[in-house]
Structure formats: structure tokens, C-alpha cells
């Protein structure tokens, strides 16, 4: 089948589903494989469940006429997104980089949606099959679409652009995360670097911190370019370093004064001034940025400050990286408040700098006084250190709720994988 065929049948059945759980009656079904899982296998529950069309890479043993057969199911999704993105004109913004990805994606779209259709990336859906899934989700009322884009390896940005087809786009930062599959920093930068790559040659527009030289050294060579930052940029701003919650005095490029934000930690001030910068591109009006900004409260475990009883609790547990992991306990420290309590979860996807990673972590923390440290589970456990250490999140629970503490501030980050969230439950 041509892929303007399966776009016709996608037209009618414009909701595709890659999980039979979650299946709707007539959805599309893309069955996707995986090193610990065969899509083709659930094709007939997914067609007896309602879906209007099962679309296979491998010989099932029933016949039925709603199937529709490929040689490789994931690049017909990524196939059929790209069709999908060549009907539109409207601005695609593409959003990569280690740290502030989806916090950035959420600020950027908030402010977007204040005066236009924006449609954008839900929740993390931003690797190989999220990105087209998220392409393809995009109505035909959209006026700006905002996408969020993971990466692990090198090529992987690459990829998502020749289908994305991006015409703006924002790398938040090149830090330490992934370096098991980009082979170190400079690594990372080449791999977030393709989105830049892609919108030099294609005449995109860019939207650089203009803090980090590396960017404005990456950004070589693109034609439209706005910056934002803290110096010498086109919409500047600075962090209010006394309150609890983010505040940013804005110093350049507006008319708004101060945003009193909902998020914790300097480390967004970035993510704010970005999401500043792209409303004014667009003409989004000050009033609207600042109110956007503003109602903002991020979910998900990213940045949130947890009132339970006496005791504050900034959940960051999302993922962590040595970057945003020192960020956050650098953060965290200059919080007033004497009883302050760590809870960090290991790092993952190092690769062989994940020992010492993990002792420059312990290096920072004991540059400061903690009321209690906890450390859990990755290679916290293989490195010598005097801090209390756990396993997994499940001890590390049941230690704190044998604490009693009050009065009390705890921070609470780790990669995915170690759930630090669940340290919380009960608490």
C-alpha cells in the first residue's frame, strides 16, 4: 500500500494506537516491535477490540481484509507522519537538549496557546515512536505546533527532523546525560547539534541561550537567530535568588517586570527566559506571556514543591543527569532553612564515567551540611561513601516514615528508573 493510500484510511480513522490496552473502537493500530515484544502478535485481539485497521510487518495466521501489511511498521508510522507534517505551512517548533526539554516544551506551549491552535508533545512522548505519534495528533485547525525530542545516540535528532521538518527550533543546553550512547559531552553536543544542522539548511530559525557559548558556537551559520540569557541577549533576565519559588526580574526585551512563577530552582530560569522569548517572536502580548508563565504549575515530578504538614518537599524526580543533579543540590542548598534532607536516586546511562560521576556527586554533597543524606540504589552502592544508602525507593520510604521529621525540607531527584517518587508515598 502507498503511503497516500494509508493516509486516506488514517483521514477517516485519524487516531492510531500502538498498545491494544488502550485501544479505542476505530483506531488505527500499528503494530510495533521491540527486543521484548512482537505487536504482530496482538494485531487479531486488536481488530476484535475495534480498531479499523491493523497494519502488520509479519505474517499473522488469520486473514482479514483491515489488515494491512508492510515491510517494516515503524517506518510506515514515521512514514505516514511526514505526509501528515507536509500538509502544513504553520511554524513546527522542535525542542531538544539534556536538561529543561519538557519543562521547556510546557512554558513555551503555554504561552503559544494564549493566541494561537498549538498542539504538542503529551507527556514524554518524544523518541521514535512518540515523535510521529505526536506529528500525527496534530489537527488540521493547528496554527503552531510545539515537539519535544529525546535523543540517546548520535543520528537520532537527524532522524526526527526528516519527518518533523522543523522550521524553528531550541536546544536548552549540552550537558552530562546519555553519555553512554553519545560517547561524552562533545558527543552530546554533535548529537543536539542535527537540529541546528537541520534548520541551517533548511533556512529555520533558532533560539539561543545566549549565555552558553557553545550555542552561539552551534548556531553558526543559521540565518534567523534570537537570543535570550542573562547578558547581552535580545530578551534578558535575571533570577530573584531570595524567594522560594522562581522569580525572574526581567531586564531587556519586554515590558513585563517580574515573573513569580510556580517552579523551583534557578536552574529554569532558562526555560522561562526561552518561553519569553518565543511569545515575543510570535507577538504574543506581554500581558498574555506573563500570565501564562505565571498560572503554570508543572506536574509530572518536575520541579514541584510539595507542602505535607511542616515539611517542604521539591520533587524533581523526573530524571537526573550529573548536570541537573548538581544543579538541583546546588539549588537546594542556598534554600533558606537549617534541616534539609537529600534523597537522591542513582544516575543512569553514564556509560564508564558513571563511577566517577557519582563521586563528584558525593564530592559536592559534602560541601554542605545536611540534616540527613540518602542515597539510592546505581552506583551510589559501589562507591565508598559515610551517607545512608538503599537499594531502592521502597527502603528508602520506609526509612523516612520512621523519621517523624518537621520543619523539614527534602529534595528528592534520581534518574527514571529509580522511581524516587514513590520515597514520597505515604509520607
Known amino acids: 500500500m502507498q503511503i497516500q493510500d494509508l493516509y486516506s484510511i488514517f483521514l477517516q480513522h485519524p487516531s492510531i494506537q500502538t498498545d491494544t490496552r488502550k485501544l479505542q473502537a476505530g483506531d488505527l493500530f500499528f503494530a510495533l516491535s521491540g527486543p521484548n515484544f512482537n505487536g504482530n502478535q496482538f494485531a487479531k485481539h486488536a481488530l476484535e477490540a475495534g480498531a479499523a485497521f491493523a497494519v502488520i510487518d509479519q505474517k499473522v495466521d488469520f486473514e482479514d481484509d483491515r489488515l494491512i501489511n508492510t515491510s517494516d511498521t515503524l517506518q510506515t508510522l514515521q512514514d505516514l507522519a511526514k505526509h501528515h507534517r507536509q500538509q502544513f505551512t504553520i511554524p513546527f517548533i522542535a525542542i531538544t537538549g539534556s536538561n529543561g526539554k519538557t519543562t521547556t516544551k510546557e512554558l513555551v506551549s503555554e504561552v503559544l496557546s494564549t493566541g494561537f491552535k498549538t498542539y504538542t508533545t503529551k507527556g514524554n512522548l518524544n523518541n521514535h515512536i512518540g515523535v510521529p505519534l505526536t506529528i500525527l495528533s496534530v489537527k488540521k485547525d493547528a496554527e503552531i505546533a510545539v515537539i519535544e525530542m529525546?535523543?540517546?545516540?548520535?543520528?537520532?535528532?537527524?532522524?526526527?527532523?526528516?519527518?518533523?521538518?522543523p522550521t524553528h527550533g531550541i536546544i536548552t543546553n549540552c550537558g552530562k546525560a546519555h553519555l553512554e550512547g553519545f560517547g561524552g559531552v562533545e558527543g552530546v553536543k554533535k548529537g543536539k547539534g542535527e537540529l541546528f544542522d537541520y534548520l541551517?539548511?533548511?533556512?529555520?530559525?533558532?533560539?539561543?541561550?545566549?549565555?552558553?557559548?557553545?550555542?552561539?558556537?552551534?548556531?553558526?551559520?543559521?540565518?534567523?537567530?534570537?537570543?535570550?540569557?542573562?547578558?547581552?541577549?535580545?530578551?534578558m533576565g535575571l533570577a530573584n535568588k531570595t524567594a522560594e519559588f522562581l522569580v525572574v526580574e526581567m531586564t531587556r526585551g519586554t515590558t513585563i517586570k517580574k515573573i513569580k512563577t510556580n517552579l523551583v530552582g534557578e536552574y529554569n530560569l532558562p526555560n522561562v527566559l526561552v518561553a519569553v522569548a518565543v511569545g515575543k517572536y510570535f507577538n504574543v502580548s506581554d500581558e498574555a506571556i506573563k500570565n501564562a508563565l505565571e498560572?503554570?504549575?508543572?506536574?509530572?515530578?518536575?520541579?514541584?514543591?510539595?507542602?505535607?504538614?511542616?515539611?517542604?518537599?521539591?520533587?524533581?524526580?523526573?530524571?537526573?543527569?550529573?548536570?541537573?543533579?548538581?544543579?538541583?543540590?546546588e539549588n537546594f542548598a542556598k534554600m533558606d532553612g537549617a534541616d534539609k534532607v537529600l534523597l537522591l536516586?542513582?544516575?543512569?546511562?553514564?556509560?564508564?564515567?558513571?563511577?566517577?560521576?557519582?563521586?563528584?556527586?558525593?564530592?559536592?554533597?559534602?560541601?554542605?551540611?545536611?540534616?540527613?543524606?540518602?542515597?539510592?540504589?546505581?552506583?551510589?552502592?559501589?562507591?565508598?561513601?559515610?551517607?545512608?544508602?538503599?537499594?531502592?525507593?521502597?527502603?528508602?520510604?520506609?526509612?523516612?516514615?520512621?523519621?517523624?521529621?518537621?520543619?523539614?525540607k527534602l529534595l528528592a531527584k534520581g534518574s527514571r528508573s529509580m522511581q524516587m517518587e514513590?520515597?514520597?508515598?505515604?509520607?
Open 295 to 329: 498560572n503554570y504549575s508543572p506536574s509530572n515530578s518536575r520541579s514541584q514543591l510539595i507542602e505535607k504538614g511542616s515539611n517542604k518537599i521539591i520533587l524533581d524526580a523526573y530524571n537526573a543527569n550529573p548536570t541537573s543533579m548538581k544543579a538541583a543540590i
Open 150 to 165: 529525546g535523543a540517546n545516540h548520535q543520528k537520532e535528532i537527524e532522524g526526527y527532523c526528516q519527518y518533523t521538518m
Open 422 to 427: 514513590k520515597v514520597l508515598e505515604d509520607v
Open 200 to 235: 541551517r539548511a533548511n533556512n529555520g530559525a533558532a533560539f539561543i541561550m545566549n549565555d552558553y557559548d557553545y550555542l552561539k558556537e552551534m548556531s553558526r551559520g543559521i540565518l534567523s537567530v534570537v537570543t535570550y540569557g542573562t547578558f547581552n541577549a535580545d530578551v
Open 345 to 408: 536516586g542513582g544516575m543512569m546511562e553514564l556509560g564508564d564515567e558513571s563511577i566517577a560521576e557519582h563521586e563528584v556527586i558525593i564530592q559536592l554533597i559534602d560541601q554542605y551540611p545536611w540534616k540527613a543524606v540518602v542515597l539510592v540504589g546505581g552506583d551510589f552502592g559501589k562507591i565508598n561513601h559515610p551517607y545512608i544508602y538503599f537499594n531502592n525507593s521502597t527502603e528508602a520510604r520506609d526509612w523516612l516514615l520512621l523519621q517523624h521529621f518537621q520543619n523539614t
